[in-house]
C-alpha cells in the first residue's frame, strides 16, 4: 500500500530512449546550431525589451496579444518584407505563421500533409534532426542523392518513377536548397526550375528549409523556390536561431491560408512565445541586416580557421567542398574511419563532433563522414578541437598518418 | 502544367477543421483564459529584462541556455521555491520541466502515459482544452461527477471498477483539485486523501493540474496532491498563464527524473522560449508574492462585479457557487436553455461565453450551463456584457422572465 508508485509499468508501449540528463557542454563544441556567445546583439536585445514592452507590455494579458495564433503581427510584418528582400518571396503577414523554431514547422507540416507508414522524399545528406522527427511520426525517408548543386533531379525524376511502380506516392519532397545541410550547397535558380518542374509534374508539394539562408558571406542568393514556383505547391520554412540567437524560439512557415488554417488547427502550444516574438521583432525592425552582416563577417573567419586547422591537423586526410556560407563543414575522412565509433573516442576527449550516419539515409555513404559546426566554439576552440580530434582519429583509426604540426617539429 | 497547386489533395485524410482568421476579440469576452491588460506588470518586466539580459544575454547563443533541456535553471529553482510555500511540494530543480503552458504538460503526460484508443479519467466538468487534447489524440476520456468539493470518490472507485469488468484499466486520473476547472470547487485534503488512496490501490497515476490554485482570495489552500502522495504516483502540472499573463507561454511539469526523462525525448520544439523564461524568472524572484496578492484582490472585485450584475439581470434564473478564488464562474440556467445555441446568438450581440456542454463529459448534464471568465473585461464590461447576456437569453428562451432593471423602472 505504501509501496513507491512504479511509473515503469504506467508508461505507453513504445516510447523512445529516455534523455540523458545535461551535464555541460562539451569543451570542443562542434555539434548543434548553436551560436557564439560574442554574436547575440544583447545591447540591441535590452533597447528593443524596453520599447517594445512600454508600447505593448499590457497586451500579454491575451492569447496571442492582439495578433491571433498566427502570431505577433509586428514580426510578420517585418517577415513580409525582409522575405521580398533576402528571397524574393511575396507573401502577406497572413501568410506567415510563427512558429517555436523551424522545427515547430517541420512537424506541423509532417503532421497536415502526411499519415503514419507514408514516404516522405528526402535529401540523401540532410538535417539529422528532421530524419528524427520523420521516423518519429512513423513516415519513411526516402534520399535522393546529391551533387555539388544538391539535390539531383534526375535522381527526384527516377525515385519518384520508381516508387510509383510500386503504388508509392510520396506525400512531399524536403529540401535545403539554400545552404545545404550538412554540405552547404547551395541550388542555383536553374537547379531550382528543374526540381519545380518534376514536384509539379507529380502534384508533390516541396517544404522548402531556409534555416541556414541568411548566412551567405556574398549576400547574394537565388530567389526561394517558394517565389519561383508560380503555381504555387512549396511550403517554406525559415528560422531566427541561426541568425539571432536558438534560445529565442522563433522559426516560421510560409504558406498560402488554406494551408496554414490547416496547420493552426494542429497547434497545441497555446500560442509561441510572446516575449521571444515581441523583443525579436522589435529588434529586428531597426537591426536586423546589420546584425546579419556582422555575424557574417564573424562566421566566415570562423570557417577560415576551420579548414586552415583541418589541413594542418589531417592534410589530406579531410576532403571537403568549402561552402559560401553557413555553420557547418561536411568533411571525408578516409574510408576505414568509422565516424559513430569516431564519435564516441572524441566526446571522451571532449569534441563533440555530428558522426556522417546520422545526417545520412545512406549510412555507408555517411560513415567515413562527419559534420563539424564552427559558429559555437572560439577561434582557439576550433584550432585546440580539431587537434585533439585528430590525435584521437589517428590513435583510433591511423589517420591522419602523422599530425603536421609534430612532423614540422 | 501552370494550374494552380491543389493543397486539398495533398493534405493527409482525417485533418481536424481549419481554424479561423482572428478577426480581433469580442466585445464582452467572458471566455479564455485571459487577464486583463491593468494586472501585466509592464514596468517590472522591462527591469527584470534589462537585468536578466545584462547578466546572461549571451548565453541565448546555445540552446537551452546554459541549463540543459529542462528550462532555464532560475526558474526552475524559483519554481522549487514556489511549489513548497504555495503547495507545500518538495521537488528539486531537476524535477521541473518547463513547457509552453500547462498545455504542453498535458500533451506531455497524454503521450508518455497513454496509446490511441486508451481510456482516460476526467472530472465530468473538466477544462475543454483538456477534453479537446484526449480526443485529439484518440484517448477516451471518461467523465467522473463532481460534488461541490470536486472529484466524487464514490464515484470513482464504482467506474474503475466498472471499466475493470469491461477489461478496461484507465491510463490515467486528470484531476484540477485546487479552483477546479469549471466549477471553482476547492478539493479538501481528506477529499484529496480519498482520491490518492483509490488511485494507488488501482496502481493508476494522477494528473494533478494546478493552473489556478495560485488565485485563491484568503491565500489558503490544502497541499497538492503531488505533496501528499508519500508513494508517488502523481504528475504536478502547473502555469503562470493566469497569475502572469498567458501571452507568455510559460507553464511547467513537476514528476520524477524518471518520468520526465521520458517526456524529455518527445518534447520536439527545442526548447521553451528563453526570453521568456528568463525575464518572467528574473521578476518572479522579486515580485511574485506581491503581484499576486494585489492581482487577486482586482480578481476578487471582478467576481464580485459578476455575481452582482448576474444577480440584478438574471435574478434567481441563473445559479451558481461563488468560488473562493480563479477566474471564473460556473452558472446553471434554466433547463430550457440550451447553451449552444445560446452561445451563437450571444456573440451576435458581442457576448462570448463557453457553452456548458463544451466543459463536459456529459452533454446533457452541461446543457443549460455556461462558464464565464471574468479576469479580461472590465467591471463595466462585466455589467455590460451580463445585461446584453440576459437580453439575448430572454429573447431566445423567455428566462429570465423580466430584466432587473426594467422591472424596477
Redesign the interface.
Known amino acids: 500500500?505504501?509501496?513507491?508508485?512504479?511509473?515503469?509499468?504506467?508508461?505507453?508501449?513504445?516510447?523512445?530512449?529516455?534523455?540523458?540528463?545535461?551535464a555541460?557542454?562539451p569543451k570542443y563544441n562542434f555539434v548543434?546550431?548553436?551560436?557564439?556567445?560574442?554574436?547575440?546583439p544583447?545591447d540591441g536585445?535590452?533597447k528593443a525589451?524596453?520599447r517594445v514592452?512600454?508600447r505593448e507590455?499590457?497586451?500579454?494579458?491575451?492569447?496571442?496579444?492582439?495578433?491571433?495564433?498566427?502570431g505577433y503581427k509586428l514580426l510578420r510584418e517585418f517577415l513580409s518584407k525582409k522575405l521580398k528582400s533576402y528571397g524574393d518571396i511575396s507573401a502577406s503577414p497572413?501568410e506567415i505563421l510563427i512558429t517555436?523554431?523551424s522545427?515547430?514547422g517541420l512537424?506541423l507540416v509532417a503532421?497536415?500533409?502526411?499519415?503514419p507508414g507514408?514516404t516522405v522524399l528526402v535529401e540523401q545528406e540532410t538535417y539529422g534532426g528532421a530524419l528524427t522527427?520523420l521516423t518519429?511520426f512513423g513516415l519513411k525517408p526516402v534520399g535522393i542523392p546529391l551533387d555539388e548543386e544538391g539535390l539531383r533531379p534526375d535522381a527526384l525524376s527516377s525515385t519518384i518513377d520508381r516508387l510509383k511502380s510500386n503504388g508509392i506516392r510520396p506525400?512531399?519532397i524536403y529540401t535545403i536548397p539554400t545552404v545545404q545541410n550538412p554540405t552547404g550547397a547551395i541550388m542555383s535558380e536553374a537547379r531550382r526550375a528543374d526540381v519545380l518542374k518534376i514536384a509539379?509534374?507529380h502534384?508533390?508539394?516541396i517544404l522548402e528549409d531556409e534555416c541556414y539562408s541568411d548566412l551567405i558571406w556574398n549576400g547574394r542568393r537565388p530567389p526561394a523556390m517558394y517565389a519561383m514556383?508560380?503555381?504555387?505547391?512549396v511550403i517554406h520554412v525559415g528560422s531566427f536561431?541561426k541568425s539571432i540567437?536558438?534560445?529565442?524560439?522563433?522559426g516560421y512557415v510560409v504558406a498560402?491560408?488554406?494551408?496554414l488554417?490547416?496547420m493552426?488547427?494542429?497547434k497545441?502550444?497555446?500560442?509561441?512565445?510572446?516575449?521571444?516574438q515581441m523583443?525579436?521583432a522589435e529588434f529586428c525592425v531597426s537591426e536586423f541586416n546589420t546584425h546579419v552582416k556582422t555575424l557574417n563577417t564573424g562566421l566566415k573567419a570562423k570557417l577560415d580557421t576551420l579548414t586552415e586547422a583541418l589541413a594542418e591537423n589531417f592534410g589530406t586526410a579531410a576532403e571537403f567542398v568549402v561552402p559560401e556560407g553557413g555553420i557547418f563543414l561536411w568533411v571525408k575522412l578516409p574510408d576505414n574511419v568509422d565516424t559513430r565509433k569516431l564519435y564516441q573516442t572524441a566526446l571522451a576527449a571532449g569534441v563533440a563532433i555530428n558522426p556522417g550516419p546520422e545526417w545520412s539515409t545512406n549510412a555507408e555513404h555517411g560513415m567515413s563522414r562527419l559534420r563539424l559546426c564552427f559558429a559555437?566554439p572560439s577561434h582557439e576552440a576550433i584550432r585546440e578541437g580539431v587537434a585533439a580530434l585528430a590525435e584521437v582519429c589517428r590513435r583510433d583509426f591511423g589517420v591522419p598518418a602523422r599530425i603536421a604540426n609534430v612532423k614540422r617539429a
Chains 1, 2 share one sequence.
Open positions: 500500500m505504501s509501496a513507491a508508485f512504479d511509473f515503469t509499468s504506467a508508461f505507453r508501449p513504445g516510447l523512445p530512449a529516455p534523455a540523458v540528463k545535461f555541460g557542454f548543434g546550431g548553436h551560436n557564439h556567445p560574442d554574436h547575440i544583447v536585445l535590452i525589451a524596453e514592452l512600454k507590455g499590457p497586451s500579454l494579458a491575451t492569447y496571442g496579444l492582439q495578433s491571433g495564433a498566427l497572413d517555436s523554431g522545427g515547430g512537424d503532421n497536415v500533409l502526411a499519415s507514408d522527427r518519429r506525400r512531399y509539379q509534374a502534384s508533390i508539394p514556383s508560380k503555381a504555387g505547391g536561431s540567437a536558438p534560445a529565442v524560439r522563433i498560402p491560408w488554406d494551408v488554417s490547416r493552426l488547427a494542429l497545441t502550444d497555446g500560442g509561441t512565445g510572446a516575449l521571444d523583443i525579436l559555437n
